[in-house]
């Protein structure tokens, strides 16, 4: 990788000019139970405009959002739902299905971690105006090797355990400190049954896929795009920077 600005996107610590050998990790066996991968074939191309770094704030925003509401469809299909027959307009009976988030919006809850989790929140509640919302403010400590997770402040709303689902929504998924520290939280103070949670999610990675299939496997992930690891700064490889920053336009 060569490096053109101090502040790349590579983690830190690169000069302009230098060039560095970007080593990506792979956990011996990186799977879990409960994901699903999108597939979606216009993905490759929103994918590119958001990974490349040329692209500006205004359409960083635009192209994220335009995959982020595929996978607000994509997360749907995955809640609970029921059988319904229609009848269309040439007389036809149609036997079809409808999501809870469709039929009774206010018995899902959406929870997004604070700060690029609100993306996802508001992309999800374009589609579904009518969800219960819920926050937890959490952030990676950059300035640690491990990058752990800070939890700063929780609201959520009461009745929370007894939702049909409760949907995780945070764009990245790198070393999982973050999610699983909202899972916790969720499952442990909160006592929101594991089953019923849906992560959210537009990139994630192997590394995190692990810490999350190792402690909460029946928890559904619902991610558009798997990469191929982390760096040693814990940032996702190919990547596209830091989300929350790119979309908030705070680089
Ligand atoms: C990013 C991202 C996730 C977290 C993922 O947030 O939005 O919340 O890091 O990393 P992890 O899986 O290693 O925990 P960050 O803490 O940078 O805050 P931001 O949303 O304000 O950018």
């Known amino acids: 990788v060569l490096i053109k600005e101090a502040n790349c996107l590579h983690g830190g610590g690169c000069r302009p000019g230098e060039e560095r050998v970007v080593v990506v990790k792979r956990p011996a066996k990186a799977v879990h139970p409960n994901v699903l991968v999108m597939k979606n074939a216009g993905l ?3 994918f590119t405009k958001i990974r490349d770094e040329t692209t500006g704030a205004a359409e960083f925003v635009q192209y994220s959002k ?5 996978l607000a469809e994509e997360t749907a299909a995955v809640l609970p739902s029921r059988s319904i027959t229609v009848h269309t307009p040439t007389q036809v009976r149609y036997k079809g299905q409808l999501s809870v988030i469709d039929t009774n919006p206010e018995k899902v809850c959406l929870v997004s971690i604070i700060r690029a989790g609100d993306s996802l929140l508001e992309s999800f509640r374009e589609i579904f105006p009518g969800v219960t919302v819920g926050k ?3 952030q990676r400590n950059e300035s640690s ?3 752990e997770a800070v939890h700063s402040c929780t609201k959520l709303p009461p009745g929370i355990h007894e939702m049909e ?3 995780l929504c945070d764009p990245m998924l790198a070393t999982g400190g973050s999610s699983m520290t909202a899972l916790h939280t969720l499952v442990k103070e909160y006592g929101v049954k594991p089953e019923r949670i849906v992560f959210a999610n537009v990139i994630s990675c192997p590394e995190g896929l692990d810490a999350l299939a190792k402690d909460f496997p029946e928890v559904k992930i619902v991610t558009a795009w798997v990469d191929d690891g982390l760096n040693e700064e814990k940032f996702i490889l190919p990547g596209l920077g830091d989300y929350g920053d790119r979309f908030f336009n705070t680089t």
Do not use: D, G
């Not at 335009?66 to 595929?70: D, F, H, K, S």
């Open 136 to 138: 937890m403010w959490i």
């Open 145 to 147: 090797a491990s990058k």
């Open 66 to 70: 335009r995959i982020m509401r595929l």
């Open 165 to 167: 689902a409760v949907v």
């Open 44 to 46: 490759i191309n929103l």
